[in-house]
């Protein structure tokens, strides 16, 4: 079975102040994960994905497999960060499993 | 089309009645994916389709929840004698292929069972 964990339902950080969204999964084999954001009045939309290794945003995510973690980072979190964050992970039979989300609100 | 396309967008329905939902998926999508979004509950898988057929249905809470899809394109969710505690968005997304599951997500779906 594949599982993601995501502790904080609800984050709230200042502008400015450095941001790390938390995600721990459980899976047997390799596993590709994601971050998906989803804005206010907006679409559930990609993030970004391990495999790509890229700076979406200012957002990182490094995968630990020796955590089993897949935390999100941004060293200085603006207002427009603010928005449901959702974890997931796709395994070798591609089903996409989300994480319950984490709530970000950056304060100013 | 642009993107995913779900209908309808709301739909307010009585308790026991049956309830069907569309999702248009990008053309040339093979993977497609429904799931169910409660207030405070995040994302709950539902079932997942490659062409037209579902490699894991045990997310569907019960089996009131059934879903098709045909010919490898739209898919249906028809909730039979909806329960109030149905009431949720019902998000569609799809996907290029088996190999790629960056998933492209349509607006959903708001059901509410008075």
């Known amino acids: 079975a594949q599982r993601v964990t995501q502790p904080e339902k609800l984050l709230s950080v200042f502008k400015g102040a450095p941001v790390e969204l938390k995600c721990n999964y459980s899976y047997s084999g390799s596993p590709e994960l994601f971050w998906y954001v989803q804005y206010s009045r907006q679409r559930l939309q990609l993030l970004l994905r391990?495999?790509s290794r890229e700076s979406i945003k200012g957002f990182t995510a490094d995968l630990n497999k020796g955590e089993t973690s897949f935390h999100l980072k941004k060293p200085f979190a603006q207002e427009e960060d603010s928005a449901m964050y959702y974890c997931?992970?796709?395994?070798?039979?591609?089903?996409?499993?989300f994480g319950s989300g984490t709530q970000l609100t950056v304060l100013p | 089309g642009a993107g995913v396309s779900q209908s309808p967008s709301n739909k307010v329905t009585e308790k026991g009645k049956d309830v069907e939902l569309r999702c248009d998926p990008i053309?040339?999508?093979?993977?497609l994916y429904w799931y169910r979004q409660s207030l405070g509950q995040g994302l709950e898988f539902l079932i997942y389709f490659q062409g037209n057929s579902a490699p894991d249905k045990s997310g569907l809470p019960s089996d009131r929840f059934s879903a098709e899809r045909t010919g490898g394109s739209v898919s249906t969710l028809t909730i039979q004698r909806t329960q109030q505690e149905d009431s949720a968005v019902y998000l569609c997304a799809s996907s290029p292929d088996y190999a790629n599951t960056e998933a492209f997500f349509g607006q959903g779906t708001r059901l509410t069972v008075v």
């Open positions: 391990h495999i």
């Open positions: 997931a992970l796709a395994g070798s039979a591609r089903q996409l499993t």
């Open positions: 053309s040339g999508h093979t993977a």
